[in-house]
């Protein structure tokens, strides 16, 4: 077992340290492209429109790294393009600013930038005149359509969206820009879809979806087949959204999209979730998570924590669901996302209300009626988006240029500090897995010390056992021994007692002989010498007479004598010599004990007393 789980962590730190190397090859990548568009911004000095565009050109591509460092290349292009009155360059640099803001959520203050985007473009088309920049300048113009609808969108306006969508795909059929009417149908389908009206929503997304594919736009149709995937999704058609999610991870895969593999992940795992296959669902989310991790986005984030709430929730671990709801929450809380706040909030409440912790259950359902009531009725407030929109387009050259300069070699830094925690983070594991190692072997060292001297000690207590029971047999042999030393010693101090009287009196040796005769007797017979015997045996055999009385009340004192010295394994010589009687009387004394005793013929009289003894 504990060479299964060291696989599975070298497996699980291998796949860690290749993720590592991959996010700090694009890292490397997109640092080399940086350099180079700052290369040709520094060369084209003298050249303003070369410069302004390549500001836009660095400002796209930093956007979803760095919304921030977008946002100061973008009105850099701004400030050269208004200079030198390049009303096509302003549209554009408008355009960067808006998606800039777009990607931070402060969707009102785009929409104002896409305005003046708009407007830009409406002072520079009566002054073209080449057929080619007028095209130019109309896809420009449902380009920063297309933007403005996305920014409707995302604050749950879906009338106005579709309405901006729709002059999109005007705009894009005039410019015969084949992919952005694929996208302006797919977002009318999205708007419909969140309206609920679904097959209105199906129908746009297979138009745009026939679009992509003859425009060979392999990007546009992996966008389109995750539409169509979602629609049969909320048609409850399960089986189809899979099939198309499918087919669209396998373009962004292709292509290494992986910001948009990202929300082709989460889909699917939502569709897997619908079919109850848990396990396919968990390994789409941790893959979705990864990626969004190299590419952060808050509406991955959020729409992460909403699924992974929904699978904890299906394996029933309230807790874990209650955690992760609760941040998607809180996140779209801090943005102001109306549409995911009502869904979280509602699944909150139903959580707390089946774990009857009402008081939450009641707080959450006040904020789901809130939500619910204002979702479709907020209106954009101009005014205060403008005040919020404040540009310094008339900074200096030079702070903008240490400014990037700043930033370049805060990246560098950054870098640096990422390679570093990586081998700190290796250095770690190793020495966590070694001391893990040293210690599995010392726990092992110390459970194997602990049965020996468990067995040592087991026989040690054996010993000692048959060393008390060796002691104890021997203690009773001398106990027997001095027994009988005694009575012999007492006899022969009387004998010698009645001796000396005979020799002080010689003269009636026939008396003092019949005298001697009946002491030796009496010594041989007293009772007193027997309680005596009885007393000293019962020091050693403290129950005997006692268990004998229990099987048979009625014995004599005779009986008792007998048994005693059974039980001191005297044979019936020894035991006829002890009681001064003959071996015949003896063994008809041992017949008539087996008789009071009840025992039968196969019983063996000396062993039964010895039991007795021992029980």
């Given at each position: 077992m504990g060479k299964y789980y060291n696989s599975i962590w070298n497996t699980k730190l291998y796949t860690f340290i290749v993720c590592c190397l991959l996010l700090l090859n694009q890292l490397l990548i997109a640092h080399n492209e940086t350099d180079s568009l700052l290369t040709i911004v520094k060369n084209s000095e003298n050249n303003p429109e070369q410069q302004s565009q390549a500001y836009i050109d660095l400002a796209w591509k930093l956007l979803y790294l760095s919304s921030d460092s977008s946002l100061v290349f973008g009105e850099k292009a701004l400030m050269i393009a208004k200079k030198h009155e390049q009303y096509l360059l302003i549209a554009e640099a408008y355009n960067i600013i808006g998606a800039a803001k777009t990607i931070q959520s402060k969707f009102d203050t785009a929409l104002v930038i896409f305005q003046l985007g708009l407007n830009s473009t409406n002072i520079a088309l009566p002054k073209l005149k080449d057929s080619t920049e007028i095209n130019f300048l109309k896809k420009r113009i449902a380009g920063i359509l297309a933007n403005m609808s996305n920014c409707y969108y995302n604050k749950s306006n879906y009338t106005q969206s579709i309405h901006y969508y729709q002059f999109t795909a005007k705009a894009a059929i005039e410019s015969k820009t084949k992919w952005l009417e694929s996208a302006a149908y797919t977002g009318i389908a999205t708007c419909y879809q969140e309206l609920k009206k679904y097959d209105l929503s199906l129908q746009y997304h297979k138009r745009s979806l026939?679009?992509?594919?003859?425009?060979?736009?392999?990007?546009?149709?992996?966008?389109?087949?995750?539409?169509?995937?979602?629609?049969?999704?909320?048609?409850?058609?399960?089986?189809?959204?899979?099939?198309?999610?499918?087919?669209?991870?396998?373009?962004?895969?292709?292509?290494?999209?992986?910001?948009?593999?990202?929300?082709?992940?989460?889909?699917?795992?939502?569709?897997?979730?619908?079919?109850?296959?848990?396990?396919?669902?968990?390994?789409?989310?941790?893959?979705?998570?990864?990626?969004?991790?190299?590419?952060?986005?808050?509406?991955?984030?959020?729409?992460?924590h909403n699924l992974y709430g929904n699978y904890l929730l299906l394996i029933s671990d309230f807790k874990g669901a209650i955690k992760h709801y609760t941040i998607s929450y809180q996140l779209s809380e801090r943005y102001n996302w109306d549409k995911y706040k009502e869904g979280a909030s509602l699944k909150l409440v139903n959580i707390f209300e089946e774990l009857k912790q009402y008081d939450s259950a009641f707080k959450y359902l006040v904020i789901n009626r809130a939500i619910s009531d204002s979702i479709?009725?907020?209106?954009?407030?101009?005014?205060?988006?403008?005040?919020?929109?404040?540009?310094?387009?008339?900074?200096?050259?030079?702070?903008?240029?240490?400014?990037?300069?700043?930033?370049?070699?805060?990246?560098?830094?950054?870098?640096?500090?990422?390679?570093?925690?990586?081998?700190?983070?290796?250095?770690?594991?190793?020495?966590?897995?070694?001391?893990?190692?040293?210690?599995?072997?010392?726990?092992q060292l110390h459970k194997t010390e602990k049965k020996l001297l468990a067995i040592e000690l087991e026989k040690n207590l054996v010993e000692q056992q048959h060393l008390t029971e060796d002691i104890e047999h021997k203690t009773k042999q001398l106990t027997t021994h001095a027994l009988n030393m005694m009575q012999k010693n007492k006899l022969l101090q009387e004998v010698n007692g009645s001796i000396a009287d005979i020799i002080k009196n010689p003269e009636n040796l026939e008396f003092s002989f019949k005298k001697l005769k009946r002491q030796i007797n009496q010594s041989i017979k007293a009772d007193n010498d027997w309680e005596v015997f009885k007393l000293y045996f019962e020091q050693i055999n403290s129950s005997f007479f006692t268990k004998l009385r229990s099987i048979n009340p009625d014995l004599t004192t005779h009986d008792l004598r007998l048994c005693a010295l059974i039980k001191l394994n005297l044979n019936i010589k020894e035991t006829a010599a002890v009681l001064n009687l003959s071996p015949n009387s003896i063994k008809s004394a041992r017949y008539k004990l087996r008789k009071r005793l009840d025992l039968r013929t196969e019983v063996d009289l000396s062993e039964y007393i010895q039991e007795i003894g021992d029980s």
């Amino acid at each position: 077992m504990g060479k299964y789980y060291n696989s599975i962590w070298n497996t699980k730190l291998y796949t860690f340290i290749v993720c590592c190397l991959l996010l700090l090859n694009q890292l490397l990548i997109a640092h080399n492209e940086t350099d180079s568009l700052l290369t040709i911004v520094k060369n084209s000095e003298n050249n303003p429109e070369q410069q302004s565009q390549a500001y836009i050109d660095l400002a796209w591509k930093l956007l979803y790294l760095s919304s921030d460092s977008s946002l100061v290349f973008g009105e850099k292009a701004l400030m050269i393009a208004k200079k030198h009155e390049q009303y096509l360059l302003i549209a554009e640099a408008y355009n960067i600013i808006g998606a800039a803001k777009t990607i931070q959520s402060k969707f009102d203050t785009a929409l104002v930038i896409f305005q003046l985007g708009l407007n830009s473009t409406n002072i520079a088309l009566p002054k073209l005149k080449d057929s080619t920049e007028i095209n130019f300048l109309k896809k420009r113009i449902a380009g920063i359509l297309a933007n403005m609808s996305n920014c409707y969108y995302n604050k749950s306006n879906y009338t106005q969206s579709i309405h901006y969508y729709q002059f999109t795909a005007k705009a894009a059929i005039e410019s015969k820009t084949k992919w952005l009417e694929s996208a302006a149908y797919t977002g009318i389908a999205t708007c419909y879809q969140e309206l609920k009206k679904y097959d209105l929503s199906l129908q746009y997304h297979k138009r745009s979806l026939q679009l992509a594919i003859k425009s060979s736009d392999s990007l546009n149709t992996a966008e389109s087949f995750l539409s169509v995937g979602k629609a049969y999704m909320l048609m409850n058609e399960k089986g189809k959204s899979k099939e198309y999610f499918l087919k669209a991870i396998e373009i962004y895969e292709n292509l290494g999209e992986d910001y948009f593999l990202k929300f082709a992940y989460l889909d699917l795992c939502h569709s897997y979730l619908k079919l109850d296959k848990l396990d396919s669902a968990l390994i789409f989310l941790e893959k979705s998570h990864s990626l969004t991790q190299k590419y952060p986005e808050l509406q991955a984030e959020i729409y992460y924590h909403n699924l992974y709430g929904n699978y904890l929730l299906l394996i029933s671990d309230f807790k874990g669901a209650i955690k992760h709801y609760t941040i998607s929450y809180q996140l779209s809380e801090r943005y102001n996302w109306d549409k995911y706040k009502e869904g979280a909030s509602l699944k909150l409440v139903n959580i707390f209300e089946e774990l009857k912790q009402y008081d939450s259950a009641f707080k959450y359902l006040v904020i789901n009626r809130a939500i619910s009531d204002s979702i479709f009725s907020k209106e954009s407030d101009k005014r205060i988006a403008e005040l919020e929109v404040k540009y310094q387009v008339d900074r200096k050259e030079l702070s903008i240029k240490n400014l990037v300069e700043q930033k370049a070699k805060d990246a560098q830094l950054r870098l640096l500090l990422f390679v570093l925690l990586i081998v700190i983070f290796i250095s770690s594991v190793i020495v966590i897995t070694s001391y893990i190692i040293r210690r599995k072997k010392t726990k092992q060292l110390h459970k194997t010390e602990k049965k020996l001297l468990a067995i040592e000690l087991e026989k040690n207590l054996v010993e000692q056992q048959h060393l008390t029971e060796d002691i104890e047999h021997k203690t009773k042999q001398l106990t027997t021994h001095a027994l009988n030393m005694m009575q012999k010693n007492k006899l022969l101090q009387e004998v010698n007692g009645s001796i000396a009287d005979i020799i002080k009196n010689p003269e009636n040796l026939e008396f003092s002989f019949k005298k001697l005769k009946r002491q030796i007797n009496q010594s041989i017979k007293a009772d007193n010498d027997w309680e005596v015997f009885k007393l000293y045996f019962e020091q050693i055999n403290s129950s005997f007479f006692t268990k004998l009385r229990s099987i048979n009340p009625d014995l004599t004192t005779h009986d008792l004598r007998l048994c005693a010295l059974i039980k001191l394994n005297l044979n019936i010589k020894e035991t006829a010599a002890v009681l001064n009687l003959s071996p015949n009387s003896i063994k008809s004394a041992r017949y008539k004990l087996r008789k009071r005793l009840d025992l039968r013929t196969e019983v063996d009289l000396s062993e039964y007393i010895q039991e007795i003894g021992d029980s």
